[in-house]
């Protein structure tokens, strides 16, 4: 499987982006992981059936998903600095559910788009 991501880019605070992940083919639970300068990768959002986020998205980021594309969406609004980072798409046919914020859960992996917030 093969993951596509775009959508990334500069914007300052308050403003929206939104992130799109294809993949190459139908899967089971595809995701966001972003990882910002001297952190680690950390969980942000997935969809499996229903919506997945971490807390510090919640009201403000928006996971969606077209089947028919096999292509997943993050519409990300009301941006901070803090939201500043490589955003990575990830995804997986064997996920356990009690796994999903977890890097190793996931299977396949594109390439990273950098999302960078100015304050």
């Known amino acids: 499987v093969q993951l596509q991501a775009s959508g990334g880019g500069l914007v300052q605070a308050g403003g929206s982006l939104r992130l799109s992940c294809a993949a190459s083919?139908?899967?089971?639970?595809m995701g966001w992981f972003r990882q910002a300068p001297g952190k680690e990768r950390e969980f942000v959002s997935a969809?499996?059936?229903?919506?997945y986020y971490a807390d510090p998205v919640k009201g403000r980021f928006t996971i969606s998903r077209d089947n028919a594309k096999n292509t997943v969406y993050l519409q990300m609004n009301s941006l901070t600095p803090e939201d500043t980072a490589v955003y990575y798409c990830?995804?997986?046919?064997?996920?356990?559910?009690?796994?999903?914020?977890?890097?190793?859960?996931?299977?396949?992996w594109g390439q990273g788009t950098q999302v960078t917030v100015s304050s």
């Open positions: 969809f499996r059936w229903r919506e």
């Open positions: 083919e139908r899967i089971t639970t």
């Open positions: 990830a995804a997986s046919n064997t996920l356990i559910l009690s796994t999903m914020t977890k890097e190793t859960a996931y299977a396949y």
